[in-house]
């Protein structure tokens, strides 16, 4: 079992995070810092890693409905003020406190694959399923079951900035999911944001920041209705996203 580095405590809840390029620029370098002296933390996120990978290849891929997000973060959102409201208390069986006694000493047992008895505060895995539900597929799949067709549409894609990828967007009622292969990763610090684009305005930015799977594939549902909608762009933006495009988009996708 690796051994935990300095900082572990103050970093190892924000992995969930991290992975999904959700921490501000700051917090990010920080946790790249700490897991450059942390095996237990790069362990952790190895684990995390393969359970994301296989989570969405192993469902049926359909459009999500818009409303999904709201009612999967209403339910982390809460469970996040049930906790604060608990403070310290979240930690801590019910009844007296015990005085400790001593263990008796004995050897650490080995690791048994890489799946190891470890697990995330309430908090963290609600919010990491919340995403994976919404980017990899599985909200997806728990709407499966019937509904018209998906039209599907193949985006551009940048050969300069993803050279051998490709992109389509698939639609379906007014909801739309880009569907990635062969898509290289995004510079290190930084994250694919997803951007919507209505006729005679700027890009507006979306909460959907994603990466990719190790083979270059992905499936990101854009948030919101497509109705009106004239193009929908990604850009290569820092970890976090950002309120204006950064870069020159390297998909862009016209809705049918």
Known sequence: MSTPGPGHGAWSDSLGA???GALP?????????HLEVCAACRDDVADLQAAADALPA???QVVPPPELKGRIMAVVESEAALLAAAGERADRPEGPPVAPTPAPAR???PRRGRFRGWTLRPALAAGLAAALLLVGGLGGALLAGGGPEAQTVTASVDPAQAPGARVTLQVRDGSGMLVAERMPPPPRGRVYQV???RPGRDPQPTSALWSVRRDGSAEVAVPG???GVEAVLVTSEPNGGSDVPSRAPVIAAQPA
């Open 195 to 197: 951007w919507i684009k």
């Open 18 to 20: 991290y992975m999904l």
């Open 58 to 60: 192993s469902v049926p």
């Open 25 to 33: 620029a700051e917090e990010c370098a920080g946790c790249e810092a």
């Open 107 to 109: 050897e650490a047992e």
């Open 225 to 227: 209705s497509l109705d």
